[in-house]
């Protein structure tokens, strides 16, 4: 079917859709989003399943091994397997236009409406996806450039905030270091095996780089290996600048608002449910071809991959934040 447009029709009405164009829609989409590339996906567990998805979360073994005696049988023992939920929505957004317009365009009105779509379609992906990251129990907020608090929150509160702790200055290299540190202790990988990664605000990344520690360390011998939006690394932090989700004006400083936020993580942080892949539809022509439109739509859902309290494990992700 190559690039025809095609109706899926039942007697209950359908929709156009063309599958090159929403795969190249994907392709297209993956540089623009921060969050959402490092996400583990499971593609289509939902389909034809229900809202809600399962995965599997295994714990450390319940005791550790050691030397044997040679007349003594070998010990034996369990490791858990508990089980996370991930909640599937619907999310989309539609342009609508006329015949006449299509007609007498001397544009094709397609092109930058898809363009337009695409947008917004990240944007609104990329902060669903983000918030997962941002709801981690685990807060950390900067006190001044070479001091930090820890904080710890309900896995179930909605609030990403800290509770009691206001910032008063913008992550440095030391608070890196200082998470870098707690993530190392706690045996949460690192997500490439090698280095963490961290996304930031402008301002808080900002503050990173002004660290004199920064400009040599940040230097790469392999560009190419750089994620979407990637700055730099230093202490065993690859760097991210984010500039869709996260918040510039979070914490004090001097009276104002400018530190900004971020986020540092390991690896099996986020995991992914999809039942319909982002794809774009074009509308049924209705009132005999003069009522068109165009529009993104997905049925996707986003879930940590552990918490705190989960037997073996700890959480996977810290967030660098402050009380409103």
Known sequence: MGDQMYLGASAQGGYFTNPRLSQQLRYALKPLCKFRQFVDIKEAWGKGKGETVYYDKISNISTAGGTLVE?????????????????LS????????????????MFDVNDPTQRVLRDDMMKVIDKACGLRYKRTQRKYVC??????????????????????????????????EEIVDWLRKSNIPPYDGEDYVGIFSVHALRTIMRDSDWTDAAKYGDPERLFAGECGRI????????????????????????????????AENVIEGIAVPEELRQKIPTDYGRSKGLA????LGWRKCYKASDSGQDEHIVHITSTK
Request: hydrophobic share 35%.
């Open 235 to 266: 202490r065993g932090v690859r760097c991210i600048r984010e500039t869709n989700y996260l918040v510039n004006t979070l914490g004090s400083s001097s009276g104002t608002n400018n530190l900004g936020e971020g986020v540092i993580f390991g």
């Open 71 to 87: 007349t003594n049988t070998m010990p034996e023992h369990q490791y858990d397997i508990g089980r996370g939920t991930i909640t």
């Open 296 to 299: 993104w739509y997905a049925i």
């Open 90 to 105: 619907e999310f989309g957004n539609s342009v609508p236009f006329t015949g006449k317009l299509e007609a007498l365009s």
């Open 143 to 176: 006190l001044t450039g070479t001091t930090g608090t820890w904080e710890s929150r309900a896995d179930a509160a909605a609030s990403t905030f800290a509770t009691s702790n206001l910032a008063k200055s913008g992550p440095t290299v030391f608070h890196l």
